[in-house]
């Protein structure tokens, strides 16, 4: 049995070199620092509650999103860079107003 899933492994590592990085940022991102698909569907979750929060606070007149950029980056896991996550997300086309915003607060650095 655990030859197989080594060889498995071989095989997967094997597509991934393949994989159109420039196409698919955020599925590569994921494959590289093995999360599960419980870590994905928490940052989707987490992205769907930023997005929601931004555009009600930018229906509240506000322009800087900070906090919660702050909110994204703590709730990430930590094998996960949030730089890199933020753009993987936008390049990918996947919450895109909020990753530009993201992205926006980050070039001001």
Same mark, same amino acid.
């Given at each position: 049995?655990?030859?197989?899933?080594?060889?498995?492994?071989?095989?997967?590592? #094997?597509?991934?070199?393949?994989?159109?990085?420039?196409? %698919?940022?955020?599925?590569? #991102?994921?494959?590289?620092?093995?999360? !599960?698909?419980?870590?994905?569907?928490?940052?989707?979750? #987490?992205?769907?509650?930023?997005?929601?929060?931004?555009?009600?606070?930018?229906?509240?007149? %506000?322009?800087?999103?900070?906090?919660? #950029?702050?909110?994204?980056?703590?709730?990430?896991?930590?094998?996960?860079?949030?730089?890199?996550?933020?753009?993987?997300?936008? !390049?990918?086309?996947?919450?895109? !107003?909020?990753?530009?915003?993201?992205?926006?607060?980050?070039?001001?650095?």
């Amino acid at each position: 049995m655990e030859e197989r899933l080594a060889t498995l492994e071989y095989y997967m590592e #094997l597509l991934i070199k393949q994989m159109d990085h420039t196409r %698919f940022p955020w599925d590569g #991102l994921i494959i590289r620092v093995k999360l !599960s698909r419980r870590d994905v569907q928490s940052i989707y979750e #987490l992205c769907e509650r930023l997005s929601k929060e931004m555009e009600k606070q930018k229906a509240e007149g %506000f322009v800087t999103f900070s906090p919660l #950029l702050t909110q994204f980056r703590q709730a990430l896991p930590p094998n996960l860079p949030w730089e890199e996550t933020i753009d993987a997300l936008r !390049s990918q086309g996947l919450y895109i !107003s909020l990753m530009d915003e993201f992205h926006k607060l980050i070039k001001k650095k």
